[in-house]
């Protein structure tokens, strides 16, 4: 039976409405955006005084880096950089188990869920046991962040990575002996893993060559072969920092972009993450690629990394995904809104974003934060369109933040003011799986987190 989900604003199929509800039917599916009086008897869930929205996706997490969240923010003796924050994600990836994994992603993804999160790309690369052995079954650690996804409800596509190495002519680092295969050994696991989520209606696999550094080329283009037979997404992360860029051309002679595109790895279902430091030409073969970008500014601000030319790809037609990346913070509105604030702070102007090729500027930032990530992921969704999953959260129009909201600004009151401060309920395929801002297992989530993180400290 379909139910009629009903709050005073809504923002799907594009646009904003006020008195119409979403029709969703009972394989969670939306079935229609329509009045009450249009919905057949459907059984109406009232949402007095909220706004209900897309689901947004987080296209690029590592939820083990919860773990040292705000640990590594000072400046190490000898001057801090990019790479003594590098020192401490080592330490957390060398200490967690299994069951350390599971805990710590689940905190990770109740804060997604409750900032308004329903699917989440997780690029995910610590394999191996601590002595750099792989597990008896080698997807023991994928499998505990899958397993704690599928307790909270949330969507995932477990963005498998190849790590293979340091760099070019770099001895094997001790701190990434947990992340290290061989490439056929990746390829094997991977499928295993493939054949091992069939079935599992908000589980996805994804192909994730970590980068150009930890992935020579010509593994890249077997593992983009591999996902494009099987029409996979497929994730790297690429030209984040200058220094990467540099070590490309020694290796290779070229730089990061142009190196993957010769080889047939941009494709509509690859996204460069970061993508930071690229030329205006490499910008223009991503675009005639249709590949995605996903961007994580609240990471690269923390990271020093640099600001991402969101308007060159705007221009360009470049669809742009968001992740929250190291969790440093996780708040996607946050990122959706950062992407113009960092260029309004370098060219000292507003509305950079704004009328790009006839779009406007709110519409934007929100399709970034859901639909453009959802593409990323390959799963249907984002938009709320008839035949997508119902995957959506509400804000609360009471919360003081947010007084004022009208239909008219709906979409720009909830990227620019919106906060997890707002959001109550969260549903997933249709099922809500929070409710007034509270998850069934709120407590027992936080308790057992706190413990880890208390072993973690203590073993320092
Ligand atoms: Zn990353």
């Given at each position: 039976m379909s139910r009629l989900f009903l709050p005073d604003l809504m923002f799907a199929q594009g646009r904003a409405h006020e008195g119409a509800g979403l029709l969703v039917d009972d394989a969670g599916v939306v079935a229609g955006v329509v009045r009450p009086e249009s919905a057949q008897g459907a059984p109406v869930h009232r949402l007095a005084g909220r706004a209900l929205l897309p689901g947004l996706a987080n296209a690029h997490s590592h939820t083990f880096q919860r773990l040292f969240r705000a640990r590594a923010e000072g400046r190490a003796r000898g001057g801090d950089t990019f790479w003594t924050w590098r020192e401490q994600m080592y330490r957390a990836a060398a200490f967690v188990s299994p069951e350390d994994v599971y805990e710590v992603a689940r905190a990770a993804f109740l804060e997604m869920l409750s900032s308004g999160i329903t699917a989440v790309g997780e690029f995910h690369y610590v394999h191996n046991d601590r002595d750099g052995r792989p597990y008896s079954d080698a997807n023991t650690m994928a499998k505990a962040v899958v397993g704690a996804a599928e307790s909270v409800g949330m969507r995932i596509c477990l963005l498998r990575s190849a790590y293979l190495r340091a760099g070019f002519q770099k001895e094997p680092h001790p701190g990434q002996q947990r992340f290290y295969e061989t490439g056929d050994a990746y390829l094997r696991n991977h499928e295993a893993l493939i054949t091992e989520m069939a079935g599992k209606p908000l589980v996805k696999v994804g192909a994730a060559p970590h980068s150009v550094r930890a992935v020579p080329l010509p593994v890249m283009a077997e593992i983009a072969e591999v996902a494009r037979r099987q029409g996979l997404p497929l994730h790297l992360h690429i030209s984040e920092q200058p220094a990467e860029n540099d070590a490309c051309v020694t290796e290779y002679g070229t730089t990061p972009v142009t190196a993957i595109a010769e080889r047939g790895v941009l494709s509509p279902r690859t996204t460069l993450v970061h993508a930071i430091h690229l030329s205006q030409a490499e910008f223009?073969?991503?675009?005639?690629?249709?590949?995605?970008?996903?961007?994580?500014?609240?990471?690269?601000?923390?990271?020093?990394?640099?600001?991402?030319?969101?308007?060159?790809?705007?221009?360009?037609?470049?669809?742009?995904?968001?992740?929250?990346?190291?969790?440093?913070?996780?708040?996607?509105?946050?990122?959706?809104?950062?992407?113009?604030?960092?260029?309004?702070?370098?060219?000292?102007?507003?509305?950079?974003?704004?009328?790009?090729?006839?779009?406007?500027?709110?519409?934007?930032?929100?399709?970034?934060?859901?639909?453009?990530?959802?593409?990323?992921?390959?799963?249907?969704?984002?938009?709320?369109?008839?035949?997508?999953?119902?995957?959506?959260?509400?804000?609360?129009?009471?919360?003081?933040?947010?007084?004022?909201?009208?239909?008219?600004?709906?979409?720009?009151?909830?990227?620019?003011?919106?906060?997890?401060?707002?959001?109550?309920?969260?549903?997933?395929?249709?099922?809500?799986?929070?409710?007034?801002?509270?998850?069934?297992?709120?407590?027992?989530?936080?308790?057992?987190?706190?413990?880890?993180?208390?072993?973690?400290?203590?073993?320092?």
């Open positions: 223009a073969r991503v675009a005639q690629s249709g590949s995605t970008i996903c961007s994580c500014p609240t990471t690269e601000r923390n990271l020093g990394d640099g600001v991402f030319p969101a308007d060159v790809a705007a221009q360009l037609g470049i669809p742009v995904a968001l992740g929250t990346d190291s969790q440093a913070q996780i708040d996607l509105l946050e990122d959706a809104r950062e992407n113009e604030y960092h260029l309004r702070l370098v060219r000292r102007e507003r509305g950079i974003l704004d009328g790009v090729r006839g779009e406007e500027i709110a519409g934007r930032l929100l399709d970034s934060a859901s639909k453009a990530g959802y593409r990323s992921l390959g799963l249907p969704g984002g938009g709320l369109a008839n035949g997508e999953p119902a995957d959506f959260f509400t804000l609360d129009l009471d919360d003081v933040a947010l007084l004022g909201t009208d239909a008219a600004t709906l979409a720009s009151q909830v990227v620019f003011a919106g906060s997890r401060a707002a959001i109550r309920d969260v549903a997933v395929a249709g099922r809500l799986v929070m409710q007034e801002g509270r998850h069934l297992l709120d407590d027992e989530i936080r308790a057992r987190f706190r413990r880890v993180v208390r072993r973690f400290v203590e073993e320092a």
